[in-house]
């Protein structure tokens, strides 16, 4: 059924049909279960769309995709607002951690079967998503237009390969489930290399006051949008 509903689904877009919601649909590819999100105005042979791939942290793994809606992106259009991108929203299978290979296998179908501006694609994701997003620009940096990695790390010898990509990090102070120095440490990394790096540190914040702030309280939506990648 999951993947008959998938298959249809899909079918729609390529024949043309308009497509518009705002509900988070079920999708699969290479067992990577997933929802997406169509915006308003969204159609196969009409203007070209941004697309957000949005990480989920440790806690929503497993085979139960509601548990993705839990928070970020997935959680505020199941609560009915209107997010201007293509929104995909995968879900890591429990007890294991995000597979840089099998998110860039994801993307590239995405890719191949929506109207996607490649100019415009943009990555966040929250604790264990956040390191997921270090590691996947890091990995495919010529993917990615921006990106907000939220309570994560990774290597910082790394981030030479994003330099040029405009990078907003978020973090809470009281972390503790994630040092914040993970992310100040990759901020640094980025400032030594002349990149395009913003960091809000919330000086009370703990693990998932830093998401409820990027996700809720500020413009990172059009913080998004206002960067474009150069061709």
Not at 14 to 41: D, F
Not at 69 to 74: D, L, N, T
Not at 117 to 129: A, C, E, H, P, Q
């Amino acid at each position: 059924m999951r993947r008959l509903l998938a298959l249809g689904f899909m079918l729609m877009v390529t024949l043309g049909v308009k497509a518009q919601q705002t509900e988070n649909t079920m999708n699969v590819c290479n067992q990577i279960y997933y929802l997406l999100s169509l915006p308003e105005g969204y159609s196969a042979d009409g203007e070209a769309k941004p697309l957000l791939l949005f990480l989920h942290g440790s806690g929503e793994r497993g085979n139960d995709l509601s548990k993705v809606k839990a928070w970020g992106p997935p959680k505020l259009i199941a609560e009915g607002k209107n997010l201007p991108f293509i929104v995909v929203s995968p879900q890591c299978p429990e007890g294991k951690y995000w597979d840089v290979y099998e998110l860039k296998q994801l993307l590239d179908q995405i890719i191949a079967n929506y109207n996607v501006d490649k100019n415009r694609i943009y990555l966040t994701g929250l604790s264990m998503g956040g390191f997921g997003t270090w590691a996947m620009a890091t990995a495919f940096p010529d993917y990615f237009a921006a990106i907000a990695p939220i309570c994560g790390g990774g290597d910082p010898l790394s981030v030479s390969k994003i330099k040029d990509i405009p990078c907003w990090v978020f973090h809470g102070k009281k972390d503790m489930a994630v040092a914040e120095k993970l992310s100040a440490d990759m901020v640094d990394a980025l400032k030594k290399v002349g990149g395009k790096v913003e960091y809000t540190v919330l000086p009370e914040g703990d693990h998932p006051a830093a998401w409820i702030y990027a996700y809720n309280e500020v413009d990172l939506w059009n913080w998004f949008l206002s960067h474009k990648k150069q061709k």
